[in-house]
């Protein structure tokens, strides 16, 4: 491989002077652009610092599918090395602490998802466990002798499944029975749960998620937690004898936010029966991990359980001892995420939302100044630390989708190493975004992120689409936006606000909104508007709105509040609260934020737009998945239904078996179509259908 390299260097050496000279113009970006950009996630740096597992997606609009593959690169920079191959999705790459192996997770032979081993030495991946059932996850022991997986509890199908293979496995080879390829019937659900629906699980029964202990000597598999209820996100102390997790362990997990940190012995035996309860806070504690010295456990807290995901997201450490934890950044206000201490136990790294950015901050264990070793207008995903300090970051940029980005030791800046996306990016010119601040009506200061059409002229008006985001607690932020950019090749100027409700501007912010959608928030949306219009960009009379999720809500309850857009596009929205009760999965946050709707009757049809209906005239088309339980098409159904009814100018998009987040390429391409359609025709008034006839399929074909 390094020898092609050489070649290539050798090749482009020798090539004409003119030739140098004269790079290929830059294209506008179009719609199967988006399908040849590859995700780059998830760097986990070896123990040596040496090198860096990462993961790459590759969609494939011809396979109709995604791939996901697991690559390396040196710390330092330099080629790339793919660790599994094409034709089987792997992920979750860890390295064992010796640096001997990399494990990692994959559904090979069409079996379950199980662990697998990749020595570093070299040779195949070698399988390392075999359950029932699949394995979400799991952390290697200090001392690379053991694993913690997170099983959830196994069906009898996958029991029974297991007893059959074990009986087959000498019969590999032989055609399958008649008994075997006769199609099962598929069970009712029996449901006895108040949380009992999930978007991509369905109905929840009652198999638990729990801590296993496998044995890489042995191949031992030992369950160390159970009971009726969830465990997660293990974390090993530096000894290697106990794990701290997470878990919600009231007498009725589904009615409450009350996760903890539990720790229990790594040899415990007797599923769970003795632990040791670390936090005591009523709110949500999760997300631990321990110090190198083994003397505290830091943690992600919520303090306040009444305001649920508006609250801020804190850093906090108790003693590994237990004890009454200390908040380390109340004062900063910024919700926190992916925790790591330093090797000295003296100051922790996390991951903090902030001003429309993601950055890499610090803070000692003391508390005090936090800082950033990569800040900046970014948006930093996931990252890994080194003992030796060393950081491998996966970064995002408004002109560059994700790659991995090394800081050393010494600090500075970060360096690209890896460059998965350089070649198409090269070829594309890009709108390059603003981040601009506005005042909202009564006096309000938000921010938003403003993008114009590609060689746009300064004085032009222009069809603007606002683009509300989802959440509500959530922003837009300094990352690649392929939509937005598409957008922009399509000549419109495209606006991202981050009205009150987002997240990163602290929590009186967000929770601004609580139990008030499309009040503020839709003002703030509007003042964006405004400041286009009045900056000379927003063309008034070529105005286009559209989001997805709670951008779909607040869609919604923009267009039955003004008239002002030409066209609307509501993707995965809701508009009567009360139909989705019981329906979707929120049911503890709808009684949380608006009590319950038979003794809250008025909050909850106040805060439906579905009843301002008849005021709407802006032509919309409504949009989701069929088996989306996060946002139901539910909702979208009902507001078509009624404009429909009305006489309206409506259509309603069903993509089937899709979830909340699409996965299939052709449907995501589908969407992308009729974006640019609906609002070619109803926003810049072109002479093309709504529909394009090659997507006006009514047959599901």
């Not at 598999?221 to 997790?245: H, K, R």
């Amino acid at each position: 491989m390094k020898r092609a390299s050489h070649l290539c260097l050798i090749i482009t050496f020798l090539a004409s002077p003119l030739d140098a000279q004269q790079p290929a113009a830059l294209r506008p970006i179009t719609i199967d652009d988006h399908f040849q950009i590859r995700e780059v996630e998830g760097p986990r740096l070896s123990p040596d610092a040496q090198w860096v597992a990462y993961t790459v997606r590759t969609a494939s609009l011809k396979e109709d599918n995604s791939e996901q593959r697991i690559w390396m690169v040196p710390f330092a920079g330099g080629e790339a090395v793919p660790l599994t191959a094409e034709g089987v999705s792997s992920g979750h790459p860890r390295w064992s602490p010796d640096g001997k192996y990399l494990a990692f997770l994959s559904a090979r032979h069409e079996g379950k998802t199980q662990v697998w081993l990749l020595n570093r030495i070299g040779g195949e991946a070698q399988r390392l466990t075999e359950t029932p059932q699949d394995v979400d996850s799991f952390e290697w022991s200090p001392d690379s002798k053991r694993l913690c997986l997170i099983l959830r509890d196994a069906t009898t199908e996958e029991l029974q499944a297991a007893k059959e293979k074990d009986k087959e496995r000498d019969k590999e080879g032989e055609g399958k029975s008649a008994q075997e390829n006769k199609p099962k019937t598929q069970k009712p659900w029996v449901i006895d749960r108040l949380q009992f629906k999930v978007d991509e699980v369905g109905y929840l029964d009652r198999r638990r998620t729990h801590l296993y202990i496998f044995d890489l000597t042995t191949k031992s598999l030992t369950q160390i937690t159970g009971g009726d209820y969830e465990d997660s996100d293990p974390a090993w102390s530096p000894d290697g004898a106990q794990l701290a997790f997470t878990s919600n362990r009231t007498s009725d997990p589904d009615r409450n936010y009350n996760n903890d940190i539990w720790t229990v012995s790594a040899d415990n035996t007797d599923k769970g029966a003795h632990l040791k309860q670390i936090t005591t806070n009523p709110g949500d504690d999760h997300a631990s991990t321990w110090s190198p010295d083994g003397k505290w456990i830091a943690y992600v807290t919520q303090t306040d359980p009444k305001l649920f995901e508006y609250a801020t997201k804190h850093l906090a450490v108790s003693a590994a001892t237990g004890g009454e934890g200390k908040i380390l950044t109340r004062t900063f206000d910024r919700n926190v995420d992916q925790i790591h201490f330093a090797a000295d136990s003296k100051s922790l790294y996390f991951i903090a939302d902030d001003d429309g950015t993601q950055n890499v901050c610090r803070i000692a264990i003391t508390g005090g100044e936090v800082t950033r070793p990569i800040g900046g207008r970014a948006m930093v995903y996931s990252y890994s630390v080194a003992k030796s300090g060393e950081i491998a970051a996966q970064i995002d940029k408004m002109e560059r989708p994700s790659e991995i980005y090394a800081l050393p030791a010494s600090g500075g800046a970060p360096k690209q190493i890896t460059h998965t996306n350089d070649a198409l990016i090269a070829q594309l010119k890009l709108s390059p975004g603003e981040y601009v601040h506005f005042k909202s009506k009564d006096g309000t200061t938000v921010s938003g992120y403003l993008y114009k059409p590609l060689d746009y002229t300064p004085g032009k008006k222009v069809p603007t689409l606002l683009r509300p985001h989802g959440g509500p607690v959530w922003a837009w932020y300094a990352e690649f936006q392929p939509d937005i950019q598409l957008f922009a090749a399509n000549g419109y100027a495209v606006l991202l606000p981050n009205p009150r409700g987002s997240s990163g501007y602290g929590q009186k912010y967000s929770q601004a909104i609580f139990a008030d959608w499309g009040n503020k928030d839709y003002q703030d949306d509007m003042a964006f508007v405004e400041y286009a219009i009045d900056q000379g960009i927003a063309d008034p009379d070529r105005l286009g709105v559209g989001g997805w999720s709670y951008g779909g809500i607040s869609t919604d309850f923009i267009i039955a509040q003004t008239t002002r857009f030409k066209a609307a596009i509501s993707g995965a929205g809701e508009a009567l609260n009360t139909a989705l009760y019981g329906h979707d999965q929120y049911q503890k946050d709808y009684e949380t934020e608006l009590g319950r709707p038979w003794e809250n009757e008025a909050l909850w049809d106040k805060l439906s737009p579905f009843y301002k209906v008849a005021k709407i005239s802006t032509p919309t088309l409504f949009m989701g998945g069929n088996i989306d339980w996060n946002v139901p098409i539910l909702g979208g159904e009902q507001m078509y239904q009624a404009l429909k009814s009305l006489g309206r100018e409506t259509e309603l998009v069903v993509y089937p078996d899709e979830y909340h987040e699409f996965k299939t390429p052709s449907h995501m391409k589908d969407r992308l179509q009729r974006y640019l359609a609906w609002y070619a025709h109803y926003v810049k008034g072109d002479a093309v259908p709504a529909t394009p006839p090659e997507l006006g399929s009514r047959s599901g074909e």
